[in-house]
């Protein structure tokens, strides 16, 4: 994107349903200590980190199958993701 391309403002919606998305926003503002643009920005940023290690972690050739089952599952009931664990390790 084009820096003339990005726009002043961006808008959550929290309302009609949606209520959960504020109560996340004021959690990552007070856990990054920022205010709550600087820490949506920020959790964005962590989450592609975050995703791309966990994928080394779960790849490492020192864990067994089991093992990495294990670990994607504890994963899948911590966070967003849908993990997949067979032949390769696949975050969809």
Request: contains cysteine; proline residues 1%.
């Amino acid at each position: 994107m084009a820096s003339n391309d990005v726009p002043k403002s961006v808008r959550i919606r929290t309302g009609e349903g949606n209520e959960y998305r504020f109560d996340a926003i004021e959690k990552a503002a007070e856990l990054y200590d920022r205010n709550k643009s600087d820490a949506v920005a920020c959790a964005c940023d962590d989450i592609a980190r975050l995703t791309s290690a966990l994928e080394d972690v779960l790849q490492r050739d020192d864990l067994t199958r089991q093992q990495q089952r294990e670990i994607a599952q504890r994963l899948d009931r911590s966070l967003s993701l849908d993990i997949v664990v067979e032949n390769e390790v696949t975050f969809e």
